[in-house]
């Protein structure tokens, strides 16, 4: 089940152009995509629409790891400003990592 849903999340960042390396991962059928080894740098450097997608999409991979089943849209909209934020300053973490932290100090405070 994993494998697929790296597949499918694979296939969604690279039909919207985050990461060429990772669309040459995703053919190579020993090589498999996953959510939580995408880096900052590598969603941030994709065009505005697919860097959008890809924070987007991680935010609600994020949020279902939380359990998160209700949320504003104006909370969504600041978690995803701030992971961006922090990913501009840090390209080189895992922006999975980015949006944990982000939606841990948010539900914290």
């Known amino acids: 089940m994993k494998r697929h849903m790296a597949v499918i999340a694979a296939g969604l960042l690279t039909t ?3 990461g ?3 669309a040459q991962q995703v053919t190579d059928d020993e090589s498999v995509f996953y ?5 900052c740098a590598e969603i941030t450097t994709g065009s505005g629409e697919a860097s959008g997608y890809a924070f987007v999409f991680l935010y609600g991979y994020a949020a279902g790891e939380m359990n998160l089943d209700a949320q504003t849209s104006t909370a969504i909209e600041s ?3 701030a992971a961006r934020s922090l990913c501009g300053t840090t390209p ?3 922006a999975l990592n980015v949006f944990r932290e982000v939606m841990a100090s948010e539900e914290s405070s």
């Open 92 to 94: 080189d973490r895992k």
């Open 16 to 18: 919207f152009g985050v």
């Open 79 to 81: 978690t995803i400003v």
């Open 20 to 22: 060429s390396s990772l």
């Open 35 to 39: 959510v939580r080894t995408v880096t």
